[in-house]
């Protein structure tokens, strides 16, 4: 009798360590491995387990069911038979005590097998998976080898019973989706893993992809250009009192791009054009070619662009007009979640007040308007880019001051215009409905 409990035990124990070799290799940090696996046997062997896992976990499954079987089958009866003979002193339950002993034995060594054989090592696992991995590595290689002909059966076999459904080897990989990618960040900044900045930024990257150009772009009529058929006072002007890099060169209120002065090699020729009498030909004489995106291109196409090409491009519609322009930092802004490139320096593009109200830029992004507030969209209105945009499409008609309309829960009242551009806008909850809990 002691001989079967103490095998119970050990069986459950085996079980605890598979269960955790199992949870360690799948979840260890495999670019930690990686960092490790130069000098180091161990996370070589690790690293090898995690990047083709099939064959290990295949090992696995099949060690776990085998000692699940053997638990049940040298356990249950030793196990009975003790707890039987205790529940037959007991006089009101000597007439059940036998089937009682066998019932009360399988939950027990249920119970220990869920907790000790599953539920502990898994939570260890979790805690330690680097280390575990490395130091169970080698010795599950060895097992998963010794194993290999009952796992290549068994595999064998899993292959032919499920390829009437269509499924062949390989075609049921994996896949991480975006979803899962946020969830795992939400996790991990409400674990303290990453700081909620963080967060912030991969979210940004992660709808960076859906973006356009439109809604990253400076819009035609705030770009600072230079104008080859201006006086060249006027021109230098220009350069004066805007701190700009680069500046697009166009010619005449013509939509001619003519090319890009960059402020660096203005500068070989700076002397020369303050020289008195000296015209602006040699302002002009080393432009760069500029670059041109079509409306709807995606601002990580445009990414790749600037990578392989120009720094500035032109955002043309499909007559070849030009619609604005975009540089690297319009992105990078995107991402650091800056605001939008077209509203003046200092302003914020979405400020919540301390009565709950929104002050919002026209030129706000709708996706970026809509990750802080729930407002709904009709389907026709998912192509509009801007939250300015977007009001006056449903106001119908060029709005005043002081014009609103609701939304859902929200009023929209517009408190300034820049031309005939809606500038600026307050959305303020309406009596009776629920605030937001973050502020942008």
Request: charged fraction near 20%; glycine fraction near 8%.
């Amino acid at each position: 009798m002691p001989f079967e409990l103490v095998l119970l035990a050990a069986l459950i124990a085996l079980n605890g360590l598979l269960a955790m070799a199992e949870m360690a290799i799948i979840t260890a940090r495999k670019t930690r491995l990686r960092q490790l696996a130069p000098r180091s046997r161990r996370a070589r062997a690790a690293l090898r387990l995690a990047d083709s896992p099939e064959r290990f976990l295949s090992t696995i499954q099949a060690g776990i069911t085998l000692v699940a079987i053997l638990t049940g089958l040298l356990g249950a009866e030793p196990l009975g038979l003790l707890l039987t003979n205790g529940l037959r002193a007991l006089p009101w339950l000597g007439a059940y005590a036998d089937d009682l002993g066998i019932v009360l034995s399988v939950m027990l060594i249920t119970f220990v097998t869920i907790v000790l054989g599953e539920l502990v090592p898994k939570r260890v696992a979790l805690a330690h998976a680097d280390r575990l991995a490395m130091a169970l590595a080698l010795p599950f290689t060895l097992f998963s080898r010794l194993a290999s002909p009952l796992v290549s059966i068994l595999a064998r076999s899993c292959a032919w019973l499920v390829r009437p459904f269509g499924i062949r080897d390989g075609q049921a990989a994996e896949r991480v989706s975006e979803e899962e990618i946020r969830l795992l960040v939400a996790e991990s900044a409400e674990q303290g893993v990453i700081e909620p900045v963080e967060k912030a930024m991969v979210d940004r990257v992660l709808k960076l992809g859906d973006r356009t150009v439109e809604t990253l772009m400076t819009p035609r009529r705030r770009i600072c250009w230079l104008d080859v058929e201006a006086p060249l006072d006027e021109n230098l002007e220009t350069l004066r009192s805007s701190p700009y890099t680069r500046y697009p060169v166009m010619r005449g209120a013509d939509d001619e791009v003519v090319g890009i002065l960059e402020s660096r090699r203005l500068a070989v020729h700076l002397a020369t054009l303050q020289a008195p009498g000296t015209g602006q030909a040699g302002l002009f004489e080393d432009l760069t070619t500029p670059l041109y995106l079509p409306e709807g291109t995606l601002a990580l196409s445009a990414l790749a662009s600037f990578r392989d090409q120009a720094a500035m491009a032109m955002v043309v519609d499909e007559y070849g007009d030009l619609l604005g322009l975009l540089t690297p930092n319009d992105i990078l802004g995107a991402i650091l979640g800056q605001g939008t490139h077209a509203l003046q320096p200092l302003e914020r593009a979405l400020v919540r007040r301390r009565d709950g109200a929104w002050l919002v830029a026209g030129a706000l992004p709708v996706e970026e308007l809509l990750s802080v507030l729930d407002l709904p969209l009709a389907p026709d209105e998912e192509a509009v880019h801007t939250v300015g945009g977007l009001i006056m499409g449903r106001l119908g008609h060029l709005p005043t001051v002081g014009e609103h309309i609701d939304w859902a829960d929200h009023r929209v009242e517009v408190t300034k215009l820049d031309g005939a551009r809606i500038d600026r806008l307050l959305i303020t909850p309406l009596p009776g409905r629920g605030l937001p809990d973050e502020a942008a």
